[in-house]
């Protein structure tokens, strides 16, 4: 059976039709969500993340310009509101609450968990400008032209942001005991 | 030592960004340079690294919460009698004595009927940003008013030829919940009125007295966006601004 066309489900999803904002959820959740979990670090505030960038976009698929590509257009919404979330967390969190990255040895680690917990944790340590063009590069596989749509920069500050990204980060795992 | 512009182009290169000439600058920086090399390798190990995070399902009755919790998406068309009239607005807001046509927004299980009319008075002026509205082809008044914790936007408004106004709540976290107009007994006249998908679409002759009631929805947080109003008249945008919510 040939699978509906995205633009027959967005154009009856501005109709109301649930089958058909179904079917947009359907492709496009779990991408969104993974994405949203990378950039705010933990599955309820991804969930929370992704709940309400799809209900944005629901809300506003009036104004959805059919020349950009959906997926472009709901990760925008979606990157938007996992920053937004992170701005309000850490501005409502004491330092005391905030989760403090741990910086305890290579040894230390290596026994603490696996690799991906280190991975994931030390991308949770990237400010955010960086961590977003990372997790839409390396998770979302975006273009520099798309990631610079989706994040409203130039290509060449894709460019540069993805190469100071990518040089944190490494020494960031190299601080937590994970080699290349 | 390498310059910033080799390591973004060793980075650009990790991604096959490249044009061809700058593929060509690469691939002679990698031949000639062992600390190009190690960058390069360095930089592709970080995004294995993150590439090789597993992906993990979302919670299994996600999708059912969005969906509970996306408005009605039907267009709500409100069918009015009589034409659209210049009404002396403003007094009559003063007064307070107001015909609200009321959508099914308003009413959980609404009839034919119930589309059409109640009456009622609103409640007094809280805050109030007014714009005077003066240029060619349209002229009148745009008031935005919180009246006991409602939002409403109310407009008195001429226009040489017929009006379109449209009201984006896209982000705002209000929400239509419909419209009033001055009780003089002639009942509100647009042609049409439409509110689908966080846009409330006016179209009627070249005048216009009403007020838009926009409630706050239920799932309201700190949404930052404003409202925005664009009145096209004649086929051309006449006036656009943004109010805070």
């Not at chain 1, 995205?6 to 959740?29: K, V």
């Not at chain 1, 991804?46 to 104004?63: H, P, Y």
């Not at chain 2, 003063?94 to 589309?115: F, K, N, Q, S």
């Not at chain 2, 030829?161 to 007994?185: M, Q, R, S, W």
Request: aromatic share 6%; glycine share 8%; charged share 25%.
């Amino acid at each position: 059976m040939s699978e509906t066309p995205e633009s027959a489900l967005i154009e009856r999803g501005r109709r109301g039709d649930r089958q058909a904002l179904a079917g947009l959820l359907d492709r496009y959740q779990r991408p969104v969500y993974n994405a949203a979990l990378r950039i705010v670090g933990n599955p309820d505030d991804a969930s929370d993340v992704t709940q309400s960038a799809f209900l944005k976009a629901f809300e506003n698929l009036d104004r959805y310009d059919p020349s950009y590509r959906f997926f472009s257009w709901i990760y925008r919404i979606a990157v938007n509101e996992s920053i937004n979330h992170n701005k309000r967390r850490y501005r409502t969190h004491s330092l005391e609450e905030r989760d403090i990255p741990d910086h305890r040895g290579p040894q230390l680690s290596a026994e603490r968990g696996s690799v991906s917990r280190e991975v994931r944790q030390g991308l949770m340590e990237l400010d955010d400008i960086y961590r977003v063009v990372v997790v839409l590069r390396h998770y979302s596989e975006f273009s520099y032209r798309e990631i610079g749509e989706i994040l409203d920069i130039p290509e060449k500050t894709v460019k540069s942001r993805l190469f100071t990204a990518r040089r944190q980060m490494r020494d960031i795992l190299i601080a937590r005991g994970v080699d290349g | 030592m390498l310059e910033r512009d080799e390591c973004e182009l060793i980075s650009a290169g990790v991604d096959g960004e490249l044009s061809p000439r700058e593929q060509r600058r690469f691939d002679e920086l990698l031949a000639n340079s062992p600390e190009a090399r190690a960058l390069h390798d360095e930089l592709r190990a970080v995004g294995a690294a993150v590439e090789a995070l597993p992906e993990q399902a979302p919670p299994a009755d996600l999708a059912a919460r969005i969906l509970d919790r996306a408005a009605p998406r039907r267009a709500v068309v409100v069918p009015l009698r009589t034409p659209w009239r210049r009404m002396q607005l403003p007094l009559a807001f003063a007064a307070g004595l107001l015909v609200a046509v009321v959508t099914p927004r308003l009413l959980p299980e609404p009839t034919a009927d119930e589309l059409q009319w109640l009456s009622g008075t609103l409640a007094p002026a809280s805050q109030r940003a007014a714009q005077r509205i003066e240029m060619q082809g349209l002229e009148g008044q745009l008031n935005s008013v919180l009246r006991g914790g409602t939002r409403t936007l109310e407009f008195d408004l001429a226009a040489a030829a017929p009006l379109e106004i449209e009201v984006g709540l896209a982000g705002t976290g209000l929400t239509f919940g419909g419209i009033v107009a001055n009780g003089d007994g002639q009942g509100l006249v647009a042609e049409r009125i439409e509110s689908t998908g966080g846009t409330v679409r006016v179209v009627g002759d070249g005048a216009a007295a009403f007020g838009l009631l926009l409630p706050a929805t239920a799932a309201a947080g700190d949404e930052g966006a404003g409202i925005h109003v664009a009145i096209r008249s004649g086929g051309e945008i006449r006036y656009e601004a943004t109010f805070d919510r």
